[in-house]
């Protein structure tokens, strides 16, 4: 195995204002921020002098800019990629989870197992998620990356990570502000090092 690694801090990106609990994979609502103390903690967790990443979705670049906040950095250069959004949910976005779980469960099925209407399969997402982590490692071989990405994406590494079928990961709790840690090396190889980390 080479030593040259990419180290990917993932964060999930603060809580969605979401009262009345709709699907929103795709849509760009905004977000919750805690105090900053919290990004205080949170940003001790990180490495220093890293890469930043966000995904298309406000959510994460409001969640990233909070976190910069916190450590005083003006002006760093951040990194965007579509590929690391969330997943599709089509004709679902904007619908009420619950009557979506609902549906789901009568028909015998996992969200996992639904390609939604206009939307995309959680295995779509895992490969694009994949395929993007790959381009970026080599480019920022050697480098700590933090990208403040999604619950789905950091599943969709994971999945990556442990060569697993992506439906394996979809048991992996991800909470939002918190950080998972992979390992990317040049042999095509992977380490996690932990999952689901919070700040304390």
């Given at each position: ?8 801090w ?6 969605v ?112 998620v ?46 939002t ?6 390992d ?6 992977w ?5 689901n980390?919070l700040?304390?």
């Amino acid at each position: 195995m080479s030593d040259q690694v990419t180290q990917w801090w993932l964060v999930r990106h603060a809580p969605v204002a979401n009262p009345d609990d709709l699907a929103y994979g795709a849509l760009d609502l905004g977000v919750i921020l805690p105090p900053e103390a919290h990004f205080r903690s949170l940003s001790a967790m990180l490495p220093d002098n890293p890469a930043w990443m966000v995904s298309n979705l406000s959510r994460t670049r409001r969640t990233l800019d909070a976190i910069l906040d916190a450590r005083g950095v003006d002006g760093a250069e951040i990194f965007e990629e579509p590929d690391f959004a969330e997943q599709h949910f089509g004709d679902w976005e904007g619908r009420s989870r619950l009557d979506l779980w609902d549906e789901l469960n009568d028909a015998g099925l996992s969200w996992h197992d639904m390609e939604p209407p206009g939307g995309e399969r959680f295995s779509e997402v895992a490969q694009r998620v994949s395929a993007a982590a790959d381009t970026w490692s080599r480019r920022l071989s050697g480098r700590c990356v933090v990208a403040v990405i999604h619950a789905g994406s950091v599943r969709g590494f994971l999945a990556a990570a442990l060569g697993v079928r992506p439906q394996v990961v979809s048991s992996f709790m991800i909470d939002t502000l918190s950080v998972t840690r992979c390992d990317r090396f040049d042999a095509d190889a992977w380490r996690v090092r932990f999952v689901n980390r919070l700040a304390s």
